[in-house]
């Protein structure tokens, strides 16, 4: 049976289920299929626009993330959205693969993020091809290889910036997926399949670390990486889990969340 979702487009009942898998995950993994039609705009950017630096759509996307965060144009800007939109493709990807053994192919060519204001607000889906009963590689292949990489690489060819940093935050955005897992499938299931995805891609593994601590009686999955997403910059502090920490003090700040008294 084929399903409509709002805006009647039909919708297959696998697309359906993954899509409503991810958003119970994070509603920042909210994606929905859409015609082409319904898909442009100044603020919808098709990936395989973003990923080719001719089009001048990566420079237009940095350049407004620095604009409305008050930043010159660089390498703070860029990184700082590069991280939200891999948030969400690694979101998405990962929470359906894992929660409904099928995610959506999001290939450049069939993935639409919409960025208006600072951050990007939510993944179109131009086909509703889907990869079924994904291993952890074509997991990978399809988020990093065929997506992410080719973006990072367009980055770095419109900015001065770090390779390894955008890497990391690729690598961060695997982190905070596998975490939002933790609920659904529980802290050791979650754990193995981070280092099953980890395992796949030689940064994924170098960039970071999965931790498990116990506080008061209560067990959470933490990760800690090596890069940083440049968010400091914005809000004149370090997240919990930035490589600016030393790792006690990343331990300290990981144990306050598990008792309520850190929320980032």
């Known amino acids: 049976m084929i399903q409509t979702d709002d805006s009647g487009t039909p919708v297959t009942p696998a697309l359906s289920a993954a899509l409503d898998?991810?958003?119970?995950?994070?509603?920042?993994?909210?994606?929905?299929?859409?015609?082409?039609?319904?898909?442009?705009?100044?603020f919808h950017h098709l990936a395989a626009d973003l990923v080719d630096p001719s089009t001048g759509a990566a420079r237009e996307v940095i350049a407004r993330q620095c604009e409305q965060r008050g930043l010159p144009y660089g390498r703070h800007g860029a990184s700082l959205i590069f991280q939200r939109y891999s948030h969400r493709i690694c979101g998405l990807g990962i929470s359906a693969a894992v929660l409904t053994s099928g995610m959506p192919a999001l290939?450049?060519?069939?993935?639409?993020?919409?960025?208006?204001?600072?951050?990007?607000?939510?993944?179109?889906?131009?086909?509703?091809?889907?990869?079924?009963?994904?291993?952890?590689?074509?997991?990978?292949?399809?988020?990093?290889?065929?997506?992410?990489?080719p973006l990072a690489e367009a980055w770095t060819s419109v900015c001065r910036m770090s390779r390894r940093g955008?890497?990391?935050?690729?690598?961060?955005?695997?982190?905070?997926?596998?975490?939002?897992?933790?609920?659904?499938?529980?802290t050791e299931a979650a754990l193995a399949w981070g280092h099953r995805l980890a395992g796949t891609h030689p940064a994924l593994g170098s960039l970071g670390n999965y931790l498990v601590l116990e506080h008061d009686g209560r067990n959470g999955l933490f990760y800690e990486r090596r890069t940083c997403c440049q968010w400091y910059v914005v809000r004149d502090k370090y997240c919990s889990w930035c490589c600016h920490h030393d790792h006690e003090e990343r331990l300290k700040l990981f144990r306050g969340q598990l008792t309520g008294t850190r929320d980032d």
């Open 166 to 186: 955008l890497i990391g935050n690729i690598a961060a955005s695997f982190g905070s997926a596998v975490r939002r897992l933790e609920p659904f499938i529980g």
């Open 107 to 149: 290939n450049v060519t069939s993935t639409v993020m919409i960025i208006e204001k600072p951050n990007p607000s939510e993944i179109l889906l131009l086909s509703d091809e889907m990869i079924t009963d994904p291993s952890p590689g074509q997991i990978v292949q399809a988020l990093v290889t065929n997506h992410l990489e």
């Open 21 to 42: 898998a991810a958003l119970s995950c994070s509603r920042t993994y909210r994606a929905r299929r859409v015609d082409a039609d319904q898909a442009t705009g100044d």
